[in-house]
T-cell receptor
Framework: GAGVSQSPSNKVTEKGKDVELRCDPISGHTALYWYRQSLGQGLEFLIYFQGNSAPDKSGLPSDRFSAERTGGSVSTLTIQRTQQEDSAVYLC?????????????FGAGTRLSVL | QQQVKQSPQSLIVQKGGISIINCAYENTAFDYFPWYQQFPGKGPALLIAIRPDVSEKKEGRFTISFNKSAKQFSLHIMDSQPGDSATYFCAAHNTDKLIFGTGTRLQVFP
């Protein structure tokens, strides 16, 4: 059984460019979560999916951030017109059922650097 | 209200010693408190968790102590080992999300 897979593992982009970050959850996991981890900071909750639906998008930092999930599986986090403050590690997690009490399994993250 | 305050930011312990990491919260609606362990280059992994109706939970060398009246909880690592060197995050569950502390970087020296 493969774990949560994120790609790319590292992404360097120029300010103003758009980026797409991909998350492949564990097969059969219905819930999927995105977090942002900045240097010296904790894990900042961004958004979660229950199936393909995202009931709560209030954690997204700005309207430049969006996410989608298709087929109840793969999710993509898109950041438009990237800014230097977007530089961070973006982590994805999945769990078998939707409740934050359920064990969340994390991927290794995508390290985004905006120059 | 939604914050979880974690201390210390970093901790250095000698092998065999006890590592203690503390967290505090304000929101009494939090109903589940997990601890996650993160090694460099990896995502966090669940270590141990506790519900607020329990004052202590022990799993091997790892113990959570929970003080509901003080709204504080802590992780104790007994007989700390170099392999325990990692970043530890406390978290609290509310409604539909986990709120994480800022993390503690633990270094255990032989």
């Amino acid at each position: 059984g493969a774990g949560v897979s994120q790609s790319p593992s590292n992404k360097v982009t120029e300010k103003g460019k758009d980026v797409e970050l991909r998350c492949d959850p564990i097969s059969g996991h219905t819930a999927l979560y995105w977090y942002r981890q900045s240097l010296g900071q904790g894990l900042e909750f961004l958004i979660y999916f229950q199936g393909n639906s995202a009931p709560d998008k209030s954690g997204l930092p700005s309207d430049r951030f969006s996410a989608e999930r298709t087929g109840g599986s793969v999710s993509t986090l898109t950041i438009q017109r990237t800014q230097q403050e977007d530089s961070a590690v973006y982590l994805c997690a999945s769990s078998l059922v939707f409740t934050a009490k359920n064990i969340q399994y994390f991927g290794a993250g995508t390290r985004l650097s905006v120059l | 209200q939604q914050q979880v305050k974690q201390s210390p930011q970093s901790l250095i312990v000698q092998k065999g010693g006890i590592s203690i990491i503390n967290c505090a919260y304000e929101n009494t609606a939090f109903d589940y408190f997990p601890w996650y362990q993160q090694f460099p280059g990896k995502g966090p992994a669940l270590l141990i968790a506790i519900r607020p109706d329990v004052s202590e939970k022990k799993e091997g060398r790892f113990t959570i102590s929970f003080n509901k009246s003080a709204k504080q909880f802590s992780l104790h690592i007994m007989d700390s080992q170099p392999g325990d060197s990692a970043t530890y995050f406390c978290a609290a569950h509310n409604t539909d999300k986990l709120i994480f502390g800022t993390g503690t970087r633990l270094q255990v020296f032989p």
